[in-house]
T-cell receptor, first 112, second 118 residues
Framework: AQSVTQPDIHITVSEGASLELRCNYSYGATPYLFWYVQSPGQGLQLLLKYFSGDTLVQGIKGFEAEFKRSQSSFNLRKPSVHWSDAAEYFCAVSGGGNKLTFGTGTQLKVEL | EAGVAQSPRYKIIEKRQSVAFWCNPISGHATLYWYQQILGQGPKLLIQFQNNGVVDDSQLPKDRFSAERLKGVDSTLKIQPAKLEDSAVYLC????????????????FGPGTRLTVL
């Protein structure tokens, strides 16, 4: 069975600082990996996705993520955080039939 | 392009009452999903439709939850009777996929319906 672990429930960073959100997955075959962001009262918005090829994936809003098969990780990064990035971030893995399994999320707070 | 529409946005009911949620996917999207997101958790897939057929409903509590997508477009999710533990945000998503949902299809999410059961 596929699963996702996001070890950090809450993270606080200062505006302008760099950000890394951790994600570890468990899946028996080649994983398809996603990062979604959810702002209060909003649905989930796709930031980026990894299917194959280059292990460094660029997404929207200046985010990127790196797939590391040896570590079963797909960490999300941003070099300089903006106050508007405050939200909840979900990592997800997809198996057969496009069934998404989400992690429990990381709540990001940005200090001005 | 219009996104996934859901209504109502908020609903408060007493336990043992019934409730229904509506979802209209992005035009042309064959696959539709209903997720349950309990506070502090990630979304959990309840049911997946391919056109008007069910692809996966393994995590749907069928004794109280039902869903339909009769014409292969919009969908309704019903809870009857509701329990306190059903308090959650119910998210609808859609993707283009036409063959049971390719693992590479991007899912687009609606804003959700927040259900509170008292």
């Amino acid at each position: 069975a596929q699963s996702v672990t996001q070890p950090d429930i809450h993270i606080t960073v200062s505006e302008g600082a760099s950000l890394e959100l951790r994600c570890n997955y468990s899946y028996g075959a080649t994983p398809y990996l996603f990062w979604y962001v959810q702002s209060p009262g909003q649905g989930l918005q796709l930031l980026l996705k990894y299917f194959s090829g280059d292990t460094l994936v660029q997404g929207i809003k200046g985010f990127e993520a790196e797939f590391k098969r040896s570590q079963s990780s797909f960490n999300l990064r941003k070099p300089s955080v903006h106050w508007s990035d405050a939200a909840e971030y979900f990592c997800a893995v997809s198996g057969g039939g496009n069934k998404l399994t989400f992690g429990t999320g990381t709540q990001l707070k940005v200090e001005l | 392009e219009a996104g996934v529409a859901q209504s109502p946005r908020y609903k408060i009911i007493e336990k043992r009452q019934s409730v229904a949620f509506w979802c209209n996917p992005i035009s042309g999207h064959a696959t539709l999903y209903w997720y349950q997101q309990i506070l502090g958790q990630g979304p959990k897939l309840l049911i997946q439709f391919q056109n008007n057929g069910v692809v996966d409903d393994s995590q749907l509590p069928k004794d109280r939850f039902s869903a339909e997508r009769l014409k292969g477009v919009d969908s309704t999710l019903k809870i009857q009777p509701a329990k306190l533990e059903d308090s959650a945000v119910y998210l609808c998503a859609s993707s283009y996929g036409t063959s049971g949902g390719s693992s590479t299809d991007t899912q687009y999410f609606g804003p959700g319906t927040r259900l509170t059961v008292l």
